[in-house]
């Protein structure tokens, strides 16, 4: 301990701390569950690296014990995980890594007070929640792999410091210097009833310091391995919000088990609310593998990226305990489970998507998610389309390509579409007037990704689909109504005018049958990108 480096807390930590410490007071028992939770995933971690042969296994029968000792008025939890280098505590206790302050606090100022505490996992920020009931936390870390350990303590106030010191082995001891209105958190029942409430999921063992005997405090069943008949909704529920730091109600909770080419048993929860990460994070899938009930890893991509809202663990027997990294690229293994999940979870939106009311609900949190597996995949870009729902010019709520094809007028050849950036705007847009007079639905699309997947599905019941804004949509063969009717005046003199007057901004001026009110519409030439795209291309500088 010759040297102490005392280092600053990045600027959104010290804010964040406050914001943690403050907004989350009355939840505060939720800091053993992030502790034992970050616990927990290090040793699963070190186990996992340990398959790869780089470090050192889990001893056989170590557990993340939990010590309070109420004379030194400390409460220690002590894991045999993968540790931590010195680098790696500057960056995971010392920065935001996964998101901005800003996101946290406006998320945190637009939960119910009773959503609050799963915030903090969502965020990543659950180590900070120790300084709800400490006055200084110190980490003692080893890597596994290192022969060096570190301390870093903190008061949660601007700054930290980083010392050397001594560990007999690989892992982490986080202390808690307790402070004095926080002594309930010493007393072993009260830890046991925490644990129970928030960590009896974690299938790594824990234990609790009691009269100086380590008393096993979670029961670490592998709920997905029980008979559905004796899991009750609750437990379903439970699961779902320890899983993903959820705080909802699943939409849709499917466990089933299946034998044949590949034998699994998988529990996967739809939820019910837009989690952040889903939209603006990574688009890996990140639903848990296990094999045998132990988990192996969250980056297996058992399902593909358009269905990464789905949440839940796959259980195998047909991998070895001792899978390594290299062996989960290369097994067919996976392809088969991964084929399985993915056609299961389309079948059940299949069937749910004939309730309406309820899919609307799903819809509206993960329509445009869904949206990118018709950009991006080819196998089941037919199943998908089935699965869309527009706003549209015709009808109220939402509705299907097949309710769309079902109201196609008299000579209508094409499903026609006009996206842009609100469906609001969109249904007052000048393009829709010919269509409009003529009774001819268009559907308004107005995600980001709708410039990029129509053209990829092409067609749908052998109906091609066409943008209004796309050359001379042919509307002369739909007989129409009475506004469209009217005589065409003749503008051969007009228009090479117009066209001398434009010069280049334009490629032609025509006329055109599409519009009743207006003068003028812009179009987009018939086989390039249409004017939404044409938009979209030009913001990002192209
Ligand atoms: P999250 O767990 O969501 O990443 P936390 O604030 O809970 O966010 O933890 C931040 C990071 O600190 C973790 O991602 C992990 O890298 C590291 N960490 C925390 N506790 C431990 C531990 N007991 N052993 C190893 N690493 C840990
Ligand atoms: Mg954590």
């Known amino acids: 301990s010759e040297t102490v480096e005392r280092h600053e807390f990045g600027a959104e930590v010290g804010r964040l701390l406050d914001l943690v410490v403050h907004a989350l007071y009355s939840d505060r028992e939720i800091f053993l569950r992030e502790l034992v ?36 008025r400390t409460l220690t939890v002590t894991d045999p995980g993968i540790g931590m280098s010195k680098a790696d505590m500057a960056e995971n ?25 799963s915030l903090i996992g969502q965020f990543g920020v659950g180590f900070y929640s120790a300084f709800m009931v400490a006055e200084r936390v110190e ?7 290192s ?10 106030r601007g700054d930290y410091t980083l010392a050397r010191a001594e560990r007999a082995e690989p892992g982490t001891d986080i202390v808690l210097h307790v402070k004095a209105d926080a002594e309930e958190f010493l007393e072993p029942i009260r830890l046991r009833t925490i644990i129970r409430k928030w960590a009896d999921h974690i299938t790594v063992p824990i234990t609790i310091a009691e009269d ?28 779902y919000r320890h899983l993903g730091h959820n705080f909802d109600e699943p939409w849709a909770t499917l466990h089933w ?24 994070g990574e688009r890996e899938s990140r639903v848990r593998l296990h094999v045998r009930r132990m988990f192996i890893t969250d980056e297996a991509a058992l399902l593909p990226p358009w269905l990464r809202f789905v949440q839940g663990v796959v259980d195998t027997e047909d991998l070895p305990l001792n899978v390594s990294r290299e062996m989960l690229q290369a097994t067919p293994v996976l392809a088969r489970i991964r084929k399985a999940v993915t056609n299961r979870v389309l079948s059940d939106l299949k069937t749910r998507a004939k309730e309406a009311e309820e899919y609307a609900k799903f819809w509206e949190n993960f329509g445009p998610v869904l949206k990118e597996g018709i950009y991006e995949d080819t196998e089941h870009r037919k199943d998908l389309a089935g699965l869309l729902r527009f706003r549209s010019s015709a009808v109220e709520g939402w509705t299907s390509l097949a309710d769309y094809v079902s109201r196609m007028k008299e000579g209508q050849e094409a499903i026609y579409v006009l996206s842009g950036d609100s469906a609001e705007a969109l249904a007052k847009s000048p393009q829709l007037e010919g269509f409009r007079a003529r009774g001819v639905e268009v559907l308004l699309l107005s995600d980001s990704i709708d410039a990029f997947w129509p053209e990829r599905l092409g067609s749908f019941e052998e109906k091609p689909i066409r943008s209004v804004t796309q050359g001379s949509a042919d509307l002369s063969k739909i007989a129409g109504g009475d506004a469209a009717q009217g005589e065409a005046a003749d503008l051969s003199k007009l228009l090479p005018l117009l066209k001398d007057a434009l010069k280049e901004d334009v490629s032609e001026v025509r006329a055109t049958d599409r519009l009743v009110d207006s003068a003028v519409v812009l179009a987009a030439p018939e086989f ?15």
Request: glycine share 10%; net charge neutral; charged share 25%.
């Open 37 to 72: 939770a970050n616990a927990a995933d290090a040793v699963d971690r070190r186990r996992f690296e340990a398959l790869t042969g780089g470090v050192p296994g889990v001893p056989e029968g170590s557990a993340v014990r939990v010590v309070p000792d109420k004379a030194a």
């Open 93 to 117: 206790l010392g920065t935001i890594a996964r998101s901005g302050t800003r996101a946290f606090t406006q998320s945190l100022a637009d939960a119910k007070p009773g959503d609050r505490p």
């Open 139 to 145: 980490v003692t870390s080893r890597k596994a792999g």
């Open 147 to 156: 022969d060096e350990t570190w301390t870093w303590s903190s008061e949660g």
């Open 212 to 239: 100086g005997k380590d008393e096993p405090a979670n029961e670490g069943t592998a709920l997905w391995r029980k008979p559905k008949s004796e899991i009750s909704a609750e437990s379903y529920t439970e699961f």
């Open 257 to 280: 088990h299946a034998e044949g080419t590949v034998e699994f048993t998988a529990l996967l929860f739809i939820p019910g609310m837009k989690p952040f990460q889903v939209v603006e």
């Open 528 to 542: 390039g990108p249409d004017l939404h795209m044409q938009r979209l291309l030009q913001r990002a500088g192209r």
